[in-house]
């Protein structure tokens, strides 16, 4: 019986991230953001290019066990965290999830609870004219749903 080696690394050396890899890169992502560091930062403490830390926390390039140990430090997690099957379906990031980490972060270094009222007015007001702005698209909606009704009925009178 013959090993063909060179076909056996190639294999090896091409496969792509597994799910499991997949998880590891979304916890990884999910510390970076909680914690507030860039991938720069990041990538500077392990002595890393910035796209090759995009490629770990996107789930695009496999990540070693070294590699892990390292980033298990700088988030002062262990390791076992990154393979606890309670958390293999953590949720990516979102936009509105950064967005709300770094609002909090910032109405938490204002100085002032006048300034930190006018913040919450502020964003009262927004969500106001959001419902408004709603409340004014299902009036249209309806609006046209019932001018259709009524071409429809008429139409067929």
């Not at 294999?11 to 979304?26: E, F, G, N, S």
């Not at 916890?27 to 914690?35: D, G, T």
């Not at 409340?135 to 009925?153: E, F, S, V």
Request: proline residues 2%; contains cysteine.
């Amino acid at each position: 019986m013959s090993i063909d080696w060179q076909s056996k690394t190639k294999r090896m050396t091409t496969r792509k991230p597994l799910d499991v890899d997949q998880a590891i890169a979304r916890k990884i992502e999910n510390l970076r953001c909680e914690a507030g560091v860039t991938l720069e930062k990041m990538a500077a403490q392990l002595d890393l290019s910035w796209q090759q830390m995009y490629k770990y926390c996107q789930g695009k390039t496999r990540i070693s066990c070294g590699r892990l140990e390292q980033i298990a430090r700088i988030f002062n997690t262990p390791v076992s965290y990154f393979f606890d099957e309670t958390e293999t379906h953590v949720e990516q990031p979102t936009k509105t999830k950064r967005a709300l980490l770094e609002l909090t972060r910032a109405f938490g270094a204002l100085k002032t609870h006048d300034a930190r009222l006018a913040i919450v007015a502020v964003v009262k007001a927004m969500a106001g004219e959001e419902k408004e702005q709603a409340a004014i698209d299902k009036r249209d909606a309806d609006n046209l749903m019932n001018c259709t009704t009524q071409t429809h009925i008429e139409n067929h009178d």
